[in-house]
């Protein structure tokens, strides 16, 4: 099934916004999560404690003015008591908000760890095609912002722009009531055409953020996708190339940045205009009021503390909205992801697959990647207990497919595999990969440590099984020699080893495992011929007594195989033993003669270039 896209600006209306805030909600009130749902009741309670406390912050600041006009008489009792309470009701606002935010900060790193690990395992469970598709970078980008998305929302939009509104409405009601309707008209007026401009604006401005987002991935993934093909690109001296690709998108992103930084200056004067004018407004208007013998001081230094108190974070409005709307996006996106549906799943209460034998049936197997394109049709075969089986063919004969398969990867278009005669998609896809082990031909390993890449098939054995598995794989003494032993960081992707040292620890890790059925995809077709036959004999000792699949090119390494099958355009053509498939001269036979001319010329051209071929006297 086809993917949908996760583009993180793909989606800025108010369709995908409430779609991000649906699929969030259910992690801020938790099932069954008594504790945090207390903490976000607390946390509601200290925000209304410390709006209320704000709000009434410019009314002691107003009484203590009007204080300080009564006379000497009462300068000492009464205006230093209100300051002391417009004191202390400053620090328990603040206090109430701080509160809040450490109350709260449990619940909302809990939704972030949760959804966060919803994603990441999600993604483990969708198929192999989705991951082939795939562009690592772009994808690491929109769940880590997704992530922050998350806080963000949680920060702002929960404590600062639904109160800031809440408190908006409040002081215009005191404003009416203290005084008249017209000073609440032009404070709400005021704020409405600030908030009006803001959003406009910055709805405008989103298309160079949308850019510069867009350049950033593009950037993150070439960076990433180059560094990972750090030797590729040495080998073809591709440095300048690579940096010119990078400069392409980062070119792209400064101009975007440059228009998004300029738009945003427009924005902060308008903002400024719309806020001079209103408070102007409201003063003049105070002003007069005191000068009439209507209103005192006090009520002047109010009007203005209350308008001050409210613009201030109004002049964030711009940035949070367009964070807001941008980690919405971001969050869209990540919720996708989880959306992605997966191709490879178990039927409800799927048993575990009851390993008794390890035998290996493919029943007339047919297997397409796209419906215009046939791999397998109908291939059949059966690999009876302790015994083995090398499927050989020439490049896209789908011999590689059929391990996918096997692994269930992806599910057969047509037939059956079984394994002790149960279907593997009637049994969970994890004890069917627990009783499989690989050797790949690409064998890469994780940026840790030997240990850990040995451990890694199975976490949680013991030092003694790790050394263990790692002497059966010939890699043990190798490994003590180093100066950091088995501690020893094997580099990204394993680079730091060589092939045939890569391959050892990728034995090891299967003999861990310890599986019943051993697969080898290509275990060997890219080591040289000495490192080859070792890692061979290798092979054959942990192949007692367990069923054995070997995929392979390079038919010397297949010849002691209990039985070969040759696989040609998703077709089984021939079938035998290695001197009876020689015998019928027929696919495989041609194989075996064209691979054994090119190793015989490969040796006379390795001779001719041998410094006793070069130089005559090296022989006398």
Not at 167 to 192: H, N, P, S
Not at 608 to 618: F, R
Request: proline share 3%; glycine share 8%.
């Amino acid at each position: 099934m086809a993917h949908r896209p996760f583009d993180s600006q793909s989606r800025l209306y108010s369709k995908g916004d409430a779609r991000a805030i649906r699929a969030l909600l259910p992690y801020l009130w938790p099932k069954g999560e008594g504790e945090l749902r207390l903490r976000v009741t607390a946390a509601m309670v200290l925000l209304v404690l410390a709006k209320l406390a704000n709000v009434y912050v410019p009314i002691l600041y107003k009484d203590a003015v009007d204080a300080l006009n009564v006379g000497a008489s009462a300068i000492v009792v009464v205006p230093v008591g209100l300051i002391f309470a417009y004191g202390l009701i400053r620090v328990l606002s603040l206090a109430f908000g701080e509160l809040r935010d450490a109350v709260f900060a449990k619940v909302s790193q809990r939704a972030i760890r949760q959804v966060a690990l919803a994603t990441f395992e999600h993604l483990h469970r969708l198929a192999l095609r989705f991951h082939l598709d795939r562009q690592t970078g772009g994808l690491s980008r929109a769940i880590e912002r997704g992530t922050k998305g998350i806080e963000f929302l949680l920060s702002f939009m929960l404590f600062n722009v639904i109160p800031t509104l809440v408190e908006v409405l409040m002081v215009c009601a005191i404003l009416w009531g203290l005084f008249d309707v017209w000073y609440a008209a032009v404070t709400f007026g005021t704020i409405l055409c600030y908030i009006v401009f803001t959003l406009a604006v910055t709805e405008w401005r989103l298309k160079y953020r949308r850019r510069m987002n867009a350049m950033d991935s593009e950037a993150n993934t070439k960076a990433i996708d180059s560094l990972l093909n750090y030797e590729t690109v040495k080998h073809f001296g591709n440095e300048a190339h690579e940096a010119r690709r990078y400069d392409d998108s980062m070119q792209r992103y400064e101009a975007a940045a440059v228009r998004s930084k300029i738009s945003l200056s427009s924005l902060n004067v308008g903002q400024s205009l719309i806020i001079s004018v209103g408070l102007t407004a409201v003063m003049l208007m105070a002003g007069n009021g005191v000068a009439e013998g209507r209103m005192t001081v006090g009520d002047f230094v109010l009007v203005n503390t209350y308008l001050i108190q409210l613009f201030l974070p109004l002049n964030f409005l711009g940035f949070v909205y367009r964070e807001i709307k941008q980690s919405l996006a971001d969050m869209e996106s990540m919720f996708q992801l989880i959306e992605v549906e997966a191709e490879v799943t178990d039927p409800p209460g799927a048993p575990a697959l009851a390993v008794t034998e390890g035998r290996v049936t493919f029943d007339d197997v047919s297997f397409a990647y796209r419906e215009d394109r046939a791999i397998l049709k109908g291939v059949s075969f059966e690999v009876p207990p302790g015994r083995s089986l090398a499927i050989v063919g020439p490049s896209g004969a789908g011999k590689s497919t059929v391990s996918r398969l096997l692994f269930r990867f992806y599910d057969v278009t047509g037939g059956t595999i079984r394994i002790d005669g149960q279907d593997i998609r009637e049994v969970s896809q994890t004890t069917l990969r627990a009783a499989i082990g690989i050797v790949p031909q690409d064998t890469v390993l994780f940026n840790d440590s030997i240990y850990y890449n040995i451990a890694y098939g199975r976490p949680g054995a013991s030092r003694e099984e790790v050394e263990h598995a790692a002497r059966l794989a010939h890699i043990h003494d190798f490994v003590i020699s180093l100066p950091d032993g088995y501690k020893t960081g094997v580099g990204e992707r394993g680079l730091k080893l060589s092939g045939g040292e890569k391959q050892r620890v990728a034995i090891a890790r299967t003999i861990l495992k310890g599986p019943r059925i051993l697969l080898f995809d290509e275990a060997t077709s890219a080591l040289d011929t000495h490192t080859e036959k070792e890692i061979q004999n290798n092979l054959r000792e942990i192949m007692q007594g367990r069923t054995t699949i070997m995929i392979a090119h390079r038919l010397s390494t297949v010849i002691d195989a209990d039985e070969i099958a040759v696989l040609e355009a998703g077709r089984i053509v021939e079938r035998g033993r290695h001197q009876e498939l020689l015998a019928a001269d027929g696919v495989y036979a041609g194989m075996w003669r064209r691979q054994q001319e090119t190793a015989e010329l490969q040796q006379r051209l390795q001779g001719a270039l041998s410094p006793a071929a070069a130089d005559p006297a090296a022989t006398e």
